[in-house]
Each structure stands twice: as structure tokens, then as C-alpha cells.
């Protein structure tokens, strides 16, 4: 073995064994058949034959005295034998034969497994039992095993792939390898199959019996897509279930109860089906779900269950079924320990099994395409340490997907060095995604009614609703209604749209004096929020122990003490009727809630706002979420000549106010707002994104001292008012402050810049209508003026052609009858001689020579 490269040594190993032979000289003497029934001497039983004494066997004894189990690992090249009956140069699957050939090579580099001489295994075994893991051989599993689990017609199915000609399975590959059945088929496929199965049923039987203390199956084909009657996705038998099955019929005794946790990223349709009755089998799947979309995807019977959160199982196995589905993909590390240590951990120890096996695809590995989650080798690692403290640490790991050579390999080697005892490295957490949270939350609360461990804040909503039980969002509400009742007179709007009417019932208050104010504040804002100290051991909450925390109140209260009318517009996060009986209803989604903005702030625009005739100066106030009610406003309605000013205050998303019809809005809304955003929000962390947020369709962005809508409000209320009402003395980007995108020694930091002062909209509006009344006086004056100036003109002119019209007469002597009567003479002669081309004498000279 000097000098030789452990890979070419392990090499010819990896081919067919037995249990006869001995592959490397480890496989003889732990993974023999299982039913050979060794006995395991414990201290106070000790039998010495030294008659016959084999050596190798008594190391095996010492180790199990001494508790020094060693893990085992399950590997067979012929597996690699199911390959595509349509191959070609290059593979075109990612189920790729090498996946389990990368990982054994990876396991080889890593030291893992044994791979020396074999003469020099009894020394090894004698020395460092525990520092190898020792080898399984796999065998092909039998009809009667595989019928414990799926039906004669799926194993005839797969049996005839055997008998069919190259032509036949190239075309029953085409024909497979497309939508969900989603499969390609070889020649060699129902062996490796079999052998994929044995190598499970072993490997659990091992750990059952206590040969080995865990142990890893590198096998492939997968099986948890498989259904009990048919194959799928890349699967054909179900190696888990047939293993567990064989072990509970096996050793009834020891192997009664059985937690399959699959960590694949695809749910294992096969697995929960096949025992979704079972109330001896506990499935826990962490899968991505996407509402169904997801491969595997909503099955067509729509009677058979998929990967929801609501499935929990059937009949006796009912709460045996748990679906931690995520909602999209891009789950990583604190998404994964999250699920562990709030659901997973906290019912399997409660379940309390007598085996653990792991259906361990990875393909949520970090760099899998075909995934797209982020879960790395120490998550995998502490995931595979927290389910050793179950079931004495009798963990079985069956490797299902992962199609990523890299990911697969490095993931499973972190998992091997877990069993073999290596503690997980040290590991940084993630924050967990707020969505995520809430997919958590979910199972919570579906699972609470199996699980004594999950009922500790859980509310049963049908057992309570029997009791008259209303939510708390609507009493408060309703106070809030009473107590600006009984302070300003303000009564709730009506709204004449069923669907509307039915989400905001109460929810739009008016003071008394808005048809004829003429200052109008409009607030849309997110509801009041709620704190509460529960009990620390039971979890209750007292009501003196619970507080309502609304900064709205103070805003209303300063509006009517300045004589300004106040529109008071709540925004339930959700709206839940009477037949939901989730105790736990996450916020409306972004999308949904625009919309029913656009709707709520368009009506109340149409039929009430616009026509208040002598309200022209409309401030609009955005508290929370609900702060994109403004932009729907603007970008629906041509209103901003209307409105004096916009005040928000957010932690959210920053939405852009931009219109394709009005090019001036961005312009606008930037010299007439004031958007106050939390001072740890996400849009600070960077120049980028604070030059970003300085443009024009995001108003004027003010990064606030505190974090948090309601301190904000506290902190700012009499900068914001003192910008609506009277000098405006607050800077763009900062309270007071000049603009900076982080503070003194802070990352990013810039220069600072000269303060420009803020327009107070209410101060500014009445200085412009001032300027406009004396404006319009001036042209009225002028026009009056220029009005006389005419007049006089008009006057004068006629006064002149008066004057002009004497002189012209003046001129003129009078005519006499004589002179007429022989005007008259000579009318006609003058006509004759005009006709002859004559010229007629003048009047004036006729007469003159007469």
C-alpha cells in the first residue's frame, strides 16, 4: 500500500459484493446478513472459546463492548448501471449516474473509507474501530419485499424495462422523460433498482440490529417520488418505505415506530401517501411548495393529497403527516434550523422513535439549479446532529436527489462526518425570511391539534367561535370610533359599495365641518399596534398586560385645534370573515392591498373629497403600508391642484410616485412631500440605494432618528407640523440636519451639503393666494383704467368728426330752386352724351355757364 493513491487502491473495489466475498475486508465481518444473529456479549456475559478463535470477530466484539459502534456506508458501482436508453456524448439528465460515484470519491478524499490493504484490517479495527466507516454491500432486494410496499403491476412494469429491445425504451424514455411523470428508462434499470432498494433495506436493518451505530445508503435510483402503484420523478421503487416496512415486520420489538424526514427540496409525494395512514410512521417533509406549483406539483386526483400545509394525515394517521412547504424558493441555513428547532425537533421528541431514517436529497444545497435554495454543508451537518439525539442515535441516511456534483458531495461528506461522531462546525445563522416565518407559523398551528408541544399559543378557533368569541381588531376599532366621537363629533363616511361597505365598515371618520372647511388633513393609515406580555409559562394574555400603541390620535387632535378638517382612513391588514378558521391569518399581500387602495381612495376621491368646493388645501398623510393609498391617489386622479402637501412615514417598501400622463407629477410630489423612512431601513445601507431613493418620483426622502412608524410619528409630529402649518424649518434629509447617507464614521459616509429648506404646503398656499388676490386687483384696475382711457378716446374721436362736418357745410353754398330745376334740365343730355362717349360737363360747371 506504500506510496499507492487511495482512489486507484478503491477502484476495483467498488464493483459487486456479497456477503460471502470481502470487497475490502470490512464487508464480511459488519455487513453480513443481518439475520445471522451475532449475539452482542455485554459485560457481565462475557464467553471465552479459544477452541476456535477468530480474530476479526473478536475485535468486532471489544468494539461493541466498549460502545464503539462505527458507522457504516452502503455503496455499489452496478447502480450506476441505469442510464438513459437515449444516451448520448454528453449526459442530458441531472439524475446523472455519477452522483453517486462523486460522492464515494468524495468520501475516499475525505478519509471516510478504508482504502488499504486487507491484510491490514484486523489491525486497523483493533486500533481505530471508529475511524472508518464500514462497509454494507448492497444486495438486489426481492419481489416479496418490494410487494410489501407498491403493487404487482408497478414491479411487472418495471421488471419488463428489462426484456424491451433499445428501440422500445428509447421510445418509452421519450415518451416518460416530460411532464410529471418526468422519467428515463435503460436497459439495466430494474436491476439497479433492486439493488438501489436492497441497499436501503440493509442499511436500516443494520442500525436496527445495532451492527453499526449509522449508517449512509449512496444509492440511486431515488425513490420517494414513487408512488405505491406506479413510478416517478426519476424513481421507481420507494427504497425508504419498502426499508422501513421489511424492519418493522422484521423487528417488531425494536423497530415499532419510525420517523422518515425528508429533507429534499421536491416533497416526496411517494413517501406520504404510501403511510399517510400509518399512525407508526412519522413524515416530516421540508420542501419548497409555491402554492402547488413546485415539482411534484398538485397531483390530477385531485382526492390524493399533495405537499400542503394542511395535509396532516388520515384515519389512525392522522398529525403523522407533516408538510413544511415553503412559499417560494431561495430558503437557506436559518429557514432550515428555524424549521428544525420550531417544528421538527420539538414533535419528533414527542413522537419519540425507535428509528430515524433521512431521505437526504441535496438538492436545497447552496449552487443546485435545480433547487435554487441556499441550505450549506453545516446546516446539513447540524440538521443530521439534532436527529442523532433521537431513537439511541439509530439514524439511517437514504440518499434521494441532488444534482449538483459539487453540492451533493461536499453536503454529504459533512453529513458522513456528523455520524461518524466529528461535532458540526460552528455556524452563523441567517435571519429568517419573514415569509418563511409565517409557513412556520402555519404548520403551528395546523399540527396543534396532535401535538401537545405545538399548542402552546395556538387558539381553536371553532371551539372558541362556539363561544360568541370575536376578533380584537374590530373592538378596537369601534373605541377608536367612540373615543373620537366623544372628542371632536366625528362620524363614520358611508360607502355605497357592497365590497367596500363590507372591508370598511367604520373604518372612514370625518369631522362634522368638512363640507365646508377649507384646510382638509387626509390620513391612511395602517391600524393601531398591538403589545402584549403573555404569561411566561402558560402563554396567556391578560388584558391589563396589553397595550394599543396609535400616534395617529395626536396628528387629529393638533388638526382640529388648528381649525382643519380631518379625514381618519384605517386600513385593516386584513380583513377575516366569520368561516375563516385559521388562528392565524398573515397581512394582506402587497399586491392585494394596492388594489384595494386604488379602489377605497378613488371613491372616496369621486364622491366625497373633490367635491368639497372650499377645500383647497388637502394634505395627505401615509402612515405604515398603508402610505401607498397617497401614491394611488396621485398617479389615478389629476388632483394635485388640489393638494397643499404629502406627509408619510414608512418602514416598508418605498413606492415611486411617476405618471405616464402627467410628466410634471415626479416633479411635484418631490417639491411638495415629506417621506420620513426609518432610520435602519435597507435603502441606507448603501450610496446606490440612497442616491437611488433621492430622485425625484420618490419625494423628499428624510431619514428619521428612530426606527419604527409609531416613534417616528412621536419624534417628527411637530417638525410635520409645523411644515404643513407655519415656517418649514426641516431639512431634506434630515431632522434638522444636513444631508448625509451615513453618519460621521459610518460606512459610505459623504461629505455634508448645504440644507435646503422644506416648503410648508398650508403657509406657502396662503402666501400664494394672497399674492393671487393682489394680482387680480391689479388687472382689474388696469382694465378699469384702460376702459376710461377708451371712452375718453372714443369721445374725443367723435367730438372731432362733429367739428369737421360743420366746417365741410360751412364750405358749401346753398342750393336754390332755380339751380335745381336745370340740374334736372340737363340730367338727360348728360346721359345721351355719356352713351356717345362723351364726357358731361360737371354739375357745378353746367350751372356755372348757364
Same mark, same amino acid.
Given at each position: 500500500?506504500?506510496?499507492?493513491?487511495?482512489?486507484?487502491?478503491?477502484?476495483?473495489?467498488?464493483?459487486?459484493?456479497?456477503?460471502?466475498?470481502?470487497?475490502?475486508?470490512?464487508?464480511?465481518?459488519?455487513?453480513?446478513?443481518?439475520?445471522?444473529?451475532?449475539?452482542?456479549?455485554?459485560?457481565?456475559?462475557?464467553?471465552?472459546?479459544?477452541?476456535?478463535?477468530?480474530?476479526?470477530?473478536?475485535?468486532?466484539?471489544?468494539?461493541?463492548?466498549?460502545?464503539?459502534?462505527?458507522?457504516?456506508?452502503?455503496?455499489?458501482?452496478?447502480?450506476?448501471?441505469?442510464?438513459?436508453?437515449?444516451?448520448?456524448?454528453?449526459?442530458?439528465?441531472?439524475?446523472?449516474?455519477?452522483?453517486?460515484?462523486?460522492?464515494?470519491?468524495?468520501?475516499?478524499?475525505?478519509?471516510?473509507?478504508?482504502?488499504?490493504?486487507?491484510?491490514?484490517?484486523?489491525?486497523?479495527?483493533?486500533?481505530?474501530?471508529?475511524?472508518?466507516?464500514?462497509?454494507?454491500?448492497?444486495?438486489?432486494?426481492?419481489?416479496?419485499?418490494?410487494?410489501?410496499?407498491?403493487?404487482?403491476?408497478?414491479?411487472?412494469?418495471?421488471?419488463?424495462?428489462?426484456?424491451?429491445?433499445?428501440?422500445?425504451?428509447?421510445?418509452?424514455?421519450?415518451?416518460?422523460?416530460?411532464?410529471?411523470?418526468?422519467?428515463?428508462?435503460?436497459?439495466?434499470?430494474?436491476?439497479?433498482?433492486?439493488?438501489?432498494?436492497?441497499?436501503?433495506?440493509?442499511?436500516?436493518?443494520?442500525?436496527?440490529?445495532?451492527?453499526?451505530?449509522?449508517?449512509?445508503?449512496?444509492?440511486?435510483?431515488?425513490?420517494?417520488?414513487?408512488?405505491?402503484?406506479?413510478?416517478?420523478?426519476?424513481?421507481?421503487?420507494?427504497?425508504?418505505?419498502?426499508?422501513?416496512?421489511?424492519?418493522?415486520?422484521?423487528?417488531?420489538?425494536?423497530?415499532?415506530?419510525?420517523?422518515?424526514?425528508?429533507?429534499?427540496?421536491?416533497?416526496?409525494?411517494?413517501?406520504?401517501?404510501?403511510?399517510?395512514?400509518?399512525?407508526?410512521?412519522?413524515?416530516?417533509?421540508?420542501?419548497?411548495?409555491?402554492?402547488?406549483?413546485?415539482?411534484?406539483?398538485?397531483?390530477?386526483?385531485?382526492?390524493?393529497?399533495?405537499?400542503?400545509?394542511?395535509?396532516?394525515?388520515?384515519?389512525?394517521?392522522?398529525?403523522?403527516?407533516?408538510?413544511?412547504?415553503?412559499?417560494?424558493?431561495?430558503?437557506?441555513?436559518?429557514?432550515?434550523?428555524?424549521?428544525?428547532?420550531?417544528?421538527?425537533?420539538?414533535?419528533?421528541?414527542?413522537?419519540?422513535?425507535?428509528?430515524?431514517?433521512?431521505?437526504?436529497?441535496?438538492?436545497?444545497?447552496?449552487?443546485?439549479?435545480?433547487?435554487?435554495?441556499?441550505?450549506?454543508?453545516?446546516?446539513?451537518?447540524?440538521?443530521?446532529?439534532?436527529?442523532?439525539?433521537?431513537?439511541?442515535?439509530?439514524?439511517?441516511?437514504?440518499?434521494?436527489?441532488?444534482?449538483?456534483?459539487?453540492?451533493?458531495?461536499?453536503?454529504?461528506?459533512?453529513?458522513?462526518?456528523?455520524?461518524?461522531?466529528?461535532?458540526?462546525?460552528?455556524?452563523?445563522?441567517?435571519?429568517?425570511?419573514?415569509?418563511?416565518?409565517?409557513?412556520?407559523?402555519?404548520?403551528?398551528?395546523?399540527?396543534?391539534?396532535?401535538?401537545?408541544?405545538?399548542?402552546?399559543?395556538?387558539?381553536?378557533?371553532?371551539?372558541?367561535?362556539?363561544?360568541?368569541?370575536?376578533?380584537?381588531?374590530?373592538?378596537?376599532?369601534?373605541?377608536?370610533?367612540?373615543?373620537?366621537?366623544?372628542?371632536?363629533?366625528?362620524?363614520?363616511?358611508?360607502?355605497?359599495?357592497?365590497?367596500?361597505?363590507?372591508?370598511?365598515?367604520?373604518?372612514?371618520?370625518?369631522?362634522?365641518?368638512?363640507?365646508?372647511?377649507?384646510?382638509?388633513?387626509?390620513?391612511?393609515?395602517?391600524?393601531?399596534?398591538?403589545?402584549?406580555?403573555?404569561?411566561?409559562?402558560?402563554?396567556?394574555?391578560?388584558?391589563?398586560?396589553?397595550?394599543?400603541?396609535?400616534?395617529?390620535?395626536?396628528?387629529?387632535?393638533?388638526?382640529?385645534?388648528?381649525?382643519?378638517?380631518?379625514?381618519?382612513?384605517?386600513?385593516?391588514?386584513?380583513?377575516?370573515?366569520?368561516?375563516?378558521?385559521?388562528?392565524?391569518?398573515?397581512?394582506?399581500?402587497?399586491?392585494?392591498?394596492?388594489?384595494?387602495?386604488?379602489?377605497?381612495?378613488?371613491?372616496?376621491?369621486?364622491?366625497?373629497?373633490?367635491?368639497?368646493?372650499?377645500?383647497?388645501?388637502?394634505?395627505?398623510?401615509?402612515?405604515?403600508?398603508?402610505?401607498?393609498?397617497?401614491?394611488?391617489?396621485?398617479?389615478?386622479?389629476?388632483?394635485?391642484?388640489?393638494?397643499?402637501?404629502?406627509?408619510?412615514?414608512?418602514?416598508?417598501?418605498?413606492?415611486?410616485?411617476?405618471?405616464?400622463?402627467?410628466?410634471?407629477?415626479?416633479?411635484?410630489?418631490?417639491?411638495?412631500?415629506?417621506?420620513?423612512?426609518?432610520?435602519?431601513?435597507?435603502?441606507?445601507?448603501?450610496?446606490?440605494?440612497?442616491?437611488?431613493?433621492?430622485?425625484?418620483?420618490?419625494?423628499?426622502?428624510?431619514?428619521?432618528?428612530?426606527?419604527?412608524?409609531?416613534?417616528?410619528?412621536?419624534?417628527?409630529?411637530?417638525?410635520?407640523?409645523?411644515?404643513?402649518?407655519?415656517?418649514?424649518?426641516?431639512?431634506?434629509?434630515?431632522?434638522?440636519?444636513?444631508?448625509?447617507?451615513?453618519?460621521?464614521?459610518?460606512?459610505?459616509?459623504?461629505?455634508?451639503?448645504?440644507?435646503?429648506?422644506?416648503?410648508?404646503?398650508?403657509?406657502? %398656499? @396662503? /402666501? #400664494? $393666494? +394672497?399674492?393671487? =388676490?393682489?394680482?387680480?386687483?391689479? *388687472? !382689474?384696475?388696469?382694465?378699469? &383704467?384702460?376702459?376710461?382711457?377708451? %371712452? @375718453? /378716446? #372714443? $369721445? +374725443?374721436?367723435? =367730438?372731432?368728426?362733429?367739428?369737421? *362736418? !360743420?366746417?365741410?357745410?360751412? &364750405?358749401?353754398?346753398?342750393?336754390?330752386? @332755380?339751380?335745381?330745376?336745370?340740374?334736372? =334740365?340737363?340730367?338727360?343730355?348728360? *346721359?345721351?352724351?355719356?352713351?356717345?362717349?362723351?364726357?358731361?360737363?360737371?354739375?357745378?360747371?353746367?350751372?356755372?355757364?348757364?
Amino acid at each position: 500500500m506504500d506510496g499507492a493513491d487511495p482512489d486507484v487502491v478503491m477502484g476495483g473495489d467498488d464493483g459487486p459484493s456479497n456477503h460471502t466475498s470481502t470487497p475490502n475486508g470490512v464487508a464480511s465481518v459488519v455487513a453480513g446478513d443481518p439475520k445471522s444473529g451475532n449475539p452482542t456479549p455485554s459485560d457481565e456475559e462475557e464467553e471465552e472459546d479459544y477452541e476456535e478463535y477468530d480474530e476479526e470477530v473478536d475485535i468486532v466484539d471489544q468494539t461493541r463492548r466498549r460502545g464503539l459502534l462505527p458507522t457504516a456506508c452502503c455503496y455499489d458501482d452496478r447502480m450506476k448501471l441505469h442510464v438513459n436508453a437515449d444516451f448520448g456524448a454528453t449526459p442530458h439528465h441531472p439524475e446523472d449516474p455519477r452522483r453517486i460515484e462523486e460522492i464515494f470519491k468524495a468520501f475516499k478524499r475525505a478519509g471516510l473509507v478504508y482504502t488499504g490493504p486487507e491484510a491490514n484490517v484486523a489491525q486497523v479495527l483493533r486500533d481505530t474501530p471508529t475511524k472508518y466507516m464500514w462497509r454494507i454491500g448492497a444486495r438486489e432486494a426481492t419481489k416479496a419485499e418490494i410487494l410489501t410496499t407498491h403493487t404487482p403491476d408497478h414491479y411487472r412494469w418495471v421488471e419488463d424495462l428489462s426484456r424491451m429491445d433499445y428501440a422500445t425504451l428509447r421510445e418509452t424514455s421519450k415518451q416518460y422523460d416530460q411532464g410529471r411523470a418526468s422519467l428515463y428508462v435503460g436497459s439495466l434499470t430494474f436491476t439497479a433498482s433492486l439493488l438501489s432498494c436492497g441497499g436501503a433495506i440493509d442499511t436500516c436493518k443494520h442500525v436496527v440490529e445495532g451492527n453499526v451505530k449509522n449508517a449512509f445508503a449512496v444509492i440511486r435510483p431515488p425513490g420517494h417520488h414513487a408512488e405505491y402503484d406506479q413510478p416517478l420523478g426519476f424513481c421507481f421503487f420507494n427504497n425508504v418505505p419498502v426499508a422501513v416496512k421489511i424492519c418493522q415486520q422484521e423487528y417488531p420489538a425494536d423497530c415499532r415506530k419510525v420517523l422518515i424526514l425528508d429533507w429534499d427540496v421536491h416533497h416526496g409525494n411517494g413517501i406520504q401517501n404510501i403511510f399517510y395512514d400509518d399512525p407508526n410512521v412519522l413524515y416530516i417533509s421540508l420542501h419548497v411548495y409555491q402554492n402547488g406549483i413546485f415539482y411534484p406539483g398538485k397531483p390530477d386526483n385531485q382526492d390524493i393529497p399533495d405537499g400542503g400545509l394542511e395535509h396532516c394525515g388520515t384515519g389512525p394517521g392522522l398529525g403523522k403527516n407533516i408538510n413544511i412547504g415553503w412559499h417560494d424558493q431561495g430558503m437557506g441555513d436559518g429557514e432550515y434550523m428555524a424549521a428544525f428547532q420550531k417544528i421538527i425537533m420539538p414533535i419528533a421528541k414527542e413522537f419519540n422513535p425507535d428509528l430515524v431514517v433521512i431521505s437526504a436529497g441535496f438538492d436545497a444545497a447552496a449552487g443546485d439549479e435545480l433547487g435554487g435554495c441556499f441550505v450549506t454543508p453545516t446546516c446539513y451537518a447540524h440538521m443530521t446532529h439534532m436527529l442523532m439525539s433521537l431513537a439511541d442515535g439509530k439514524v439511517a441516511v437514504c440518499l434521494e436527489g441532488g444534482y449538483n456534483l459539487q453540492a451533493i458531495s461536499t453536503s454529504a461528506v459533512a453529513v458522513a462526518r456528523t455520524l461518524m461522531g466529528e461535532p458540526p462546525p460552528k455556524m452563523d445563522i441567517p435571519m429568517l425570511n419573514k415569509d418563511a416565518a409565517r409557513v412556520l407559523a402555519k404548520v403551528q398551528s395546523y399540527q396543534a391539534p396532535y401535538w401537545e408541544c405545538m399548542r402552546p399559543g395556538i387558539i381553536p378557533v371553532p371551539e372558541i367561535q362556539d363561544l360568541n368569541a370575536t376578533r380584537l381588531h374590530d373592538h378596537v376599532r369601534l373605541g377608536q370610533r367612540q373615543d373620537l366621537s366623544q372628542r371632536h363629533q366625528m362620524i363614520p363616511l358611508f360607502i355605497q359599495r357592497d365590497h367596500l361597505f363590507k372591508s370598511y365598515e367604520n373604518q372612514v371618520l370625518v369631522t362634522p365641518d368638512i363640507q365646508s372647511a377649507r384646510q382638509l388633513l387626509v390620513i391612511i393609515h395602517d391600524p393601531p399596534e398591538f403589545l402584549a406580555q403573555p404569561d411566561v409559562i402558560d402563554r396567556h394574555i391578560e388584558l391589563h398586560n396589553a397595550w394599543i400603541v396609535d400616534s395617529v390620535s395626536q396628528y387629529i387632535n393638533w388638526a382640529v385645534n388648528e381649525d382643519i378638517a380631518v379625514m381618519d382612513v384605517n386600513i385593516p391588514s386584513k380583513v377575516v370573515r366569520d368561516e375563516d378558521m385559521d388562528p392565524y391569518n398573515p397581512k394582506i399581500a402587497d399586491k392585494e392591498l394596492l388594489a384595494e387602495l386604488q379602489e377605497l381612495l378613488n371613491y372616496l376621491w369621486d364622491n366625497y373629497i373633490q367635491l368639497y368646493e372650499d377645500a383647497n388645501d388637502i394634505i395627505l398623510m401615509g402612515v405604515g403600508r398603508s402610505y401607498n393609498g397617497v401614491k394611488q391617489l396621485l398617479t389615478s386622479r389629476d388632483c394635485k391642484s388640489r393638494i397643499a402637501g404629502v406627509a408619510s412615514f414608512v418602514e416598508g417598501m418605498l413606492r415611486p410616485v411617476k405618471s405616464d400622463v402627467d410628466n410634471e407629477l415626479s416633479t411635484w410630489y418631490k417639491d411638495h412631500s415629506q417621506i420620513y423612512v426609518s432610520h435602519d431601513h435597507p435603502c441606507w445601507d448603501s450610496e446606490d440605494t440612497v442616491r437611488r431613493v433621492s430622485k425625484r418620483r420618490f419625494g423628499t426622502v428624510i431619514r428619521s432618528e428612530t426606527s419604527g412608524v409609531n416613534k417616528m410619528m412621536q419624534t417628527h409630529a411637530a417638525q410635520v407640523q409645523r411644515w404643513m402649518y407655519e415656517d418649514g424649518e426641516v431639512t431634506r434629509y434630515g431632522a434638522g440636519e444636513s444631508w448625509r447617507p451615513f453618519p460621521r464614521g459610518e460606512r459610505g459616509g459623504g461629505g455634508d451639503r448645504s440644507p435646503r429648506r422644506a416648503r410648508s404646503p398650508l403657509r406657502d %398656499r @396662503d /402666501r #400664494d $393666494r +394672497d399674492r393671487d =388676490r393682489d394680482n387680480r386687483d391689479n *388687472r !382689474d384696475r388696469d382694465r378699469d &383704467r384702460d376702459r376710461d382711457r377708451d %371712452r @375718453d /378716446r #372714443d $369721445r +374725443d374721436r367723435d =367730438r372731432d368728426r362733429e367739428r369737421e *362736418r !360743420d366746417r365741410d357745410r360751412a &364750405r358749401t353754398p346753398p342750393l336754390t330752386s @332755380d339751380s335745381y330745376v336745370q340740374r334736372q =334740365r340737363s340730367a338727360p343730355a348728360e *346721359r345721351h352724351m355719356a352713351e356717345a362717349g362723351q364726357n358731361p360737363k360737371p354739375c357745378e360747371a353746367a350751372i356755372a355757364e348757364t
